[in-house]
T-cell receptor
Framework: AQSVTQLDSHVSVSEGTPVLLRCNYS??????LFWYVQHPNKGLQLLLK??????LVKGINGFEAEFKKSETSFHLTKPSAHMSDAAEYFC????????????FGKGTRLHILP | NAGVMQNPRHLVRRRGQEARLRCSPM?????VYWYRQLPEEGLKFMVY????????ESGMPKERFSAEFPKEGPSILRIQQVVRGDSAAYFC????????????????FGQGTRLTVV
C-alpha cells in the first residue's frame, strides 16, 4: 500500500534560521514525489518534484528536497527562513502503478517567528 | 493552455439546497481529484476520477455527495441538501495519465470553490 507521513503537524522556526519539514513515504513502486505549498486562503502551488532523475531537487523560493530511497524519505529544507514562508506544506507521492493515485500527506504548518 | 478552472469561486447556499461545483481540468488531463479543506484543517481527499470512471471514492461521505467526470465537459462535485458542516473550500486537481516510464508529472490545482452554507 502507498502512504505518505508528514512527521510534524506544526513547525516553528525563527526568521533567518534553517527549515526542515520531514516526509516519509511508503510505496511498492518507484514513486514520483512532490512538495506543494498553500498560503492562507490561497490555492496550492508546486514547490518542487522528484521524478527519478537527480536525488537532490531544487525548487522555488530557495527550497530543496533530497530523495533518500534507503530511508524512504523526502525531507524539505531551506537554509534561511523568511517571513513569507509561513504556510502549509504538503508532501505528495505518486506511485508508478496502474492505480496511479496521487496521495497527499496531512500537511505541516510552518510558523516563522520574528 | 489554461490551468485548472474551478467555478464558481464562491458559492453561498441555504441549508437544504444543492451545491454544484465544477472543475475543468487542463487540456489533455484525464485524471481529476477532489479535496475538501475545512477551516483551519488540512486537505482531505474525497474522490479520484478518470474519464467516465470513479477510481477511488473512499473519502466521500456516503450520503448527499456525488461526483462525476463525463466524457465531455467538466467534472462535477454535487452536494445535495447542504448543511452548515459542508462549508469548506473544495479544491480540484488534474493530472495527465501515465506516459511511458519517464516519471509522472504533478497534479495541477484549481483555485478552489469556497462554499458557505447559511
Amino acid at each position: 500500500a502507498q502512504s505518505v507521513t508528514q512527521l510534524d503537524s506544526h513547525v516553528s522556526v525563527s526568521e533567518g534560521t534553517p527549515v526542515l519539514l520531514r516526509c516519509n513515504y511508503s510505496s511498492s513502486y518507484s514513486p514520483s514525489l512532490f512538495w506543494y505549498v498553500q498560503h492562507p486562503n490561497k490555492g496550492l502551488q508546486l514547490l518542487l518534484k522528484y521524478t527519478s532523475a537527480a536525488t537532490l531537487v531544487k525548487g522555488i523560493n530557495g527550497f530543496e528536497a533530497e530523495f533518500k530511497k534507503s530511508e524512504t524519505s523526502f525531507h524539505l529544507t531551506k537554509p534561511s527562513a523568511h517571513m513569507s514562508d509561513a504556510a502549509e506544506y504538503f508532501c505528495v507521492v505518486r506511485p508508478m502503478n496502474r492505480d496511479d493515485k496521487i496521495i497527499f500527506g496531512k500537511g505541516t504548518r510552518l510558523h516563522i517567528l520574528p | 493552455n489554461a490551468g485548472v478552472m474551478q467555478n464558481p469561486r464562491h458559492l453561498v447556499r441555504r441549508r437544504g439546497q444543492e451545491a454544484r461545483l465544477r472543475c475543468s481540468p487542463m487540456k489533455g488531463h484525464s485524471h481529476v481529484y477532489w479535496y475538501r479543506q475545512l477551516p483551519e484543517e488540512g486537505l482531505k481527499f474525497m474522490v479520484y476520477l478518470q474519464k467516465e470512471n470513479i477510481i477511488d471514492e473512499s473519502g466521500m461521505p456516503k450520503e448527499r455527495f456525488s461526483a462525476e467526470f463525463p466524457k465531455e465537459g467538466p467534472s462535477i462535485l454535487r452536494i445535495q441538501q447542504v448543511v452548515r458542516g459542508d462549508s469548506a473550500a473544495y479544491f480540484c486537481a488534474s493530472s495527465p495519465p501515465v506516459v511511458g516510464t519517464g516519471g509522472y508529472t504533478e497534479a495541477f490545482f484549481g483555485q478552489g470553490t469556497r462554499l458557505t452554507v447559511v
